[in-house]
């Protein structure tokens, strides 16, 4: 096997692609079509959460819960209008605290209902991941591994394998704060329509989660 195939990170066509697919992602974000949308979406979301802000903090909170449990489900979108009528420090609490309570919901989940747990994810993902995780796993690794996953995984894994529930509450506690302030300020940058910070925070936020899959491949290949 070939250096490139087994680091795909070095290769050109992996960097080609990647580049190539966020070109296309920033194009259709700024398209006319696609901003009128998040406009007209931002605008129906904001009407709401101005009319009923408690039931509408409530809500986004719950909806952000879910986002953590279940990949098809996202609380992205409502994200620029939370920031207009709460500002972004409250919508970042209420999006990080929604996040970090839908990973505990997962944990308890994977900890007591393991048959459970392969209805609400793919049992391929669960079993992947379960490869490199075990209940001694240190603090740094595990949130290391939190922030190179999808969201919807770690609270079930760790839950799975009964890793300590504090270390995990501490791990995952760090990777969503920062993912969730990536967001917070993606979403700001998207509503004024300002594609460079957007791509700016978009592209750290890869940064972030890239190194730290390659840190734990490091750590794993050291350890072996």
């Given at each position: 096997?070939?250096?490139?195939?087994?680091?795909?990170?070095?290769?050109?066509?992996?960097?080609?692609?990647?580049?190539?697919?966020?070109?296309?992602?920033?194009f259709?974000?700024?398209?006319?079509?696609f901003k009128g949308w998040v406009?007209?979406?931002?605008?129906w979301a904001e009407g709401i959460m101005m009319a009923h802000p408690v039931a509408g903090s409530v809500v986004f909170f719950l909806l952000s819960a879910i986002s953590a449990m279940l990949a098809f489900a996202s609380s992205m979108v409502l994200v620029p209008p939370a920031n207009e009528v709460w500002g972004?420090?409250?919508?970042?609490?209420?999006?990080w605290g929604g996040w970090t309570a839908g990973a505990i919901a997962a944990y308890f989940i994977g900890y007591f209902a393991r048959p459970l747990l392969f209805r609400l994810v793919q049992?391929?993902?669960?079993?992947?991941?379960?490869e490199i995780v075990s209940k001694?796993?240190?603090?740094?690794?595990?949130?290391?591994?939190?922030?190179?996953?999808?969201?919807?995984?770690p609270g079930y894994l760790f839950g799975g394998l009964h890793y300590p529930f504090?270390?995990?509450?501490?791990a995952i506690s760090i990777?969503?704060?920062?993912?969730?302030?990536?967001?917070?300020?993606?979403?700001?940058?998207?509503?004024?329509?300002?594609?460079?910070?957007?791509?700016?925070?978009?592209?750290?936020?890869?940064?972030?989660?890239?190194?730290?899959?390659?840190?734990?491949r490091a750590q794993r290949k050291r350890k072996a």
């Open positions: 096997m070939d250096t490139a195939s087994r680091k795909p990170w070095r290769s050109v066509w992996f960097w080609l692609a990647l580049v190539t697919a966020a070109s296309l992602a920033a259709l974000l700024f398209s006319p079509t406009e007209g979406v931002t605008d972004k420090p409250v919508s970042f609490l209420l999006l049992r391929q993902k669960i079993e992947k991941y379960e001694r796993m240190k603090l740094w690794a595990a949130m290391l591994l939190c922030l190179a996953v999808p969201s919807e995984i504090w270390k995990f509450l501490a990777a969503e704060s920062i993912y969730a302030l990536g967001v917070i300020i993606a979403g700001e940058s998207l509503l004024e329509a300002k594609p460079a910070a957007l791509a700016v925070t978009v592209g750290i936020l890869i940064v972030v989660a890239v190194g730290a899959g390659m840190l734990l």
